[in-house]
């Protein structure tokens, strides 16, 4: 059983940076890939941005601007937000996926924290 924490979350104001964390608890954390979601009223769940022992996956429409990092000592993932636009306003999750492989599908995941708000205003 691994439970996921988000924390970081807030209002921030276009062109602001955010850094979400993801602490996990729970053996095995390295065994997971590590992945953030977002996710709008009336829309569905989206890939962010996920991370394995490997590599490091990305959406198109955050490339550039966010990074993913991981600190197995510490059981926790992170994701850097910079450049942040109105249009990155959501709800975001921590989600893990057992396995070497990232994956962009919610499906894949086998555990959810319980979202933490991103606002930007312009």
């Known amino acids: 059983q691994v439970q996921l924490v988000e924390s970081g979350g807030g209002l921030v104001q276009a062109g602001g940076s955010l850094r979400l964390s993801c602490a996990a608890s729970?053996?095995?954390?390295?065994?997971?890939?590590m992945g953030w979601f977002r996710q709008t009223p009336g829309k569905e769940r989206e890939f962010v941005a996920g991370?394995?022992?490997?590599?490091?996956d990305y959406a198109d429409f955050v490339k550039g601007r966010f990074t993913i990092s991981r600190d197995n000592a510490k059981n926790t993932v992170y994701l850097q937000m910079n450049s942040l636009k109105p249009e990155d306003t959501a709800v975001y999750y921590c989600?893990?996926?057992?396995?070497?492989?990232?994956?962009?599908?919610?499906?894949?995941?086998?555990?959810w924290g319980q979202g933490t708000q991103v606002t930007v205003s312009s």
């Open positions: 989600a893990a996926k057992f396995g070497v492989q990232t994956s962009k599908q919610t499906y894949d995941h086998d555990y």
């Open positions: 729970g053996r095995s954390f390295s065994s997971y890939a």
């Open positions: 991370s394995s022992l490997l590599y490091a």
